[in-house]
């Protein structure tokens, strides 16, 4: 059973910085591409970055790039979203995601993730 679970969302200043983690259980994390997802209210589900199963490739959506650093430890089985220079529209749901397929370079899909975290709330005041 693949559990998910992000943590370290909260509530910041525009122009601030967050870091957000997401702990994977469940499967040999390090064979699996892991992206981050958001959700704004009233809005569907957008794409935010990605990682690859080895790490040596990420991708970034571009109204984060330059901003956001994903990163991700195998040995801890953890994957990292670091926001800097947050803006009051990064505000959303943060969700961690785990690549269906092994050894992918990552989607950009929500439909080629079958396991999802609850979600980690991220407010950027103005």
């Known amino acids: 059973q693949v559990q998910l679970v992000e943590s370290g969302g909260g509530l910041v200043q525009a122009g601030g910085s967050l870091r957000v983690s997401c702990a994977a259980s469940?499967?040999?994390?390090?064979?699996?591409?892991m992206a981050w997802f958001r959700q704004a209210p009233g809005k569907e589900r957008e794409f935010v970055a990605v990682?690859?199963?080895?790490?040596?490739?990420?991708y970034y959506a571009d109204s984060v790039k330059g901003r956001f650093t994903i990163s991700r430890d195998n040995a801890k089985n953890t994957v990292y979203l670091q926001m800097n220079s947050l803006k009051p529209e990064d505000t959303a749901v943060y969700y961690c995601?785990?690549?269906?397929?092994?050894?992918?370079?990552?989607?950009?899909?929500?439909?080629?993730?079958?396991?999802w975290g609850q979600g980690t709330q991220v407010t950027v005041s103005s």
């Open positions: 995601a785990e690549e269906s397929l092994a050894y992918g370079l990552g989607s950009l899909r929500n439909t080629d993730y079958h396991y």
């Open positions: 990682i690859s199963w080895s790490g040596g490739s990420t």
């Open positions: 469940g499967r040999t994390f390090s064979r699996y591409a």
